[in-house]
């Protein structure tokens, strides 16, 4: 066996084929070879998702029984909901991991395993953040998977935000090799089941360099009372060596697609206020002092905060999304599988005696 050395991080290596979503020359993400600019303008979060899933988009038909599947599935057994309520976590995102790697499955069948996973996190992240809040989770009564989780998580269903929030979520739904994925395909690459899969994905998911970075994005936001001290902020930040959280990306160095994207349904939604003058202040001094784009988590926050939606839930709402997404990587993986088991160069001591 030749061995070949790369760079840290994987920064810049292939590791194999996919086609479920790729960025194109201009810059576009693309799912299966449609442009998500035009996946949020002309169709609904359960096409997109079953779009991402299946590799075409459905008919009338395929539409309604994707839906009545997800709805179906969504109940949760009674005893998760027993730990949940005895747990009360804080932390959404370690108990959706924590339940879906405890959950009592119907079937060990992969093909059925991954559908009921997915059916299931809207109820898990809702009812974590109902047992925290002391709150009830709001009534279900819409038709689709997008639509249920926007009354469950704010008990309101109002059909306007709701949409906002289905939008944001096709754009958190699928980006190719990303970290978490990766990871979702080195453990379906042993063969495990989907929940370990899906556990692996999420315990990644969680991390601050990755989909935990939407929940940091308000911490420092929510102080600015103008533009001023937003840029005073970001020049802090960078002349002591710190991070701006929302800013920079392994594969868009110029612009992120998606966080403009997010920025034009900012100005949809509201088009004159302070929230928006200020991420764009910050935008642009993170670019003039760094040359670093924002993020899809930077205006993902914002928005979610302008949709009244509580920061506890940021990453979990990602996680919501990203599930379509792994459910169709975990598919692929197995299609042509081979063991993901890299080398490594060891730098340790030798020869030593005991
Ligand atoms: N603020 C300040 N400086 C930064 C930032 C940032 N947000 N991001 C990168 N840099 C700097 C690095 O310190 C490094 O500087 P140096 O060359 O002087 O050492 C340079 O920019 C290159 O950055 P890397 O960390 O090498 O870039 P990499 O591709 O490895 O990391 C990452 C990408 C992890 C997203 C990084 O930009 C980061 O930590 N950003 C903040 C966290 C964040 O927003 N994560 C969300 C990612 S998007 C998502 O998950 C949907």
Not at 56 to 61: A, E, F, I, S, T
Not at 177 to 198: E, G, H, I, Q
Not at 325 to 339: C, F, I, P, R, V
């Amino acid at each position: 066996m030749t061995e070949i050395s790369v760079p840290k991080g994987l920064v810049g290596v292939i590791v194999d084929k996919t086609a479920i979503c790729t960025t194109d020359a201009e810059g576009n993400l693309v799912y299966r070879g449609y442009k998500t600019v035009d996946l949020v303008s002309k169709k609904t979060f359960e096409e997109v998702a079953y779009l991402i899933v299946h590799g075409d988009l459905p008919d009338r038909n395929q539409l309604k029984e994707f839906n009545e599947m997800l709805v179906k599935n969504g109940e949760i057994d009674s005893r998760v909901l027993k730990v949940i309520d005895l747990l009360k976590e804080r932390d959404i995102m370690k108990n959706l991991r924590s339940m879906i790697s405890l959950y009592p499955y119907s079937t060990a069948d992969a093909s059925h395993m991954l559908p009921e996973i997915i059916s299931k996190v809207p109820g898990i992240i809702a009812h974590s953040y109902a047992s925290v809040t002391g709150k009830k989770v709001g009534n279900s009564d819409a038709p689709t998977y997008s639509g249920r989780f926007y009354q469950m998580i704010t008990g309101n269903s109002d059909s306007r935000k709701s949409e906002f929030l289905s939008k944001l979520m096709i754009l958190y739904m699928e980006h190719e090799f990303n970290a978490s994925t990766f990871v979702l395909r080195v453990a379906a690459s042993t063969l495990t089941d989907p929940a370990s899969a899906f556990t692996s994905a999420l315990g990644t998911l969680k991390g601050p360099l990755h989909g935990g970075a939407n929940a940091e994005i308000l911490d420092f936001f929510k102080s600015f009372r103008n533009e001023e001290e937003a840029v005073k902020f970001v020049d802090s930040q960078l002349e002591s060596g710190k991070k701006v959280m929302g800013f920079g990306h392994r594969v868009y160095k110029q612009k992120d697609p998606r966080a403009q994207l997010v920025k034009q349904l900012m100005k949809e939604l509201n088009p004159d206020s302070k929230e928006l003058r200020i991420a764009e202040a910050i935008e642009a001094r993170v670019w003039e002092k760094k040359h670093l784009p924002a993020n899809l988590d930077f205006y993902a926050a914002i928005l979610m905060d302008q949709l009244g939606i509580p920061q506890d839930l940021y990453t979990a709402i990602f996680a919501a999304a990203r599930v379509f997404g792994w459910w169709a990587h975990y598919e692929e993986q197995l299609s042509d599988n081979k063991l993901i088991r890299p080398s490594s160069e060891y730098v340790g001591k030798k020869d030593r005696v005991l």
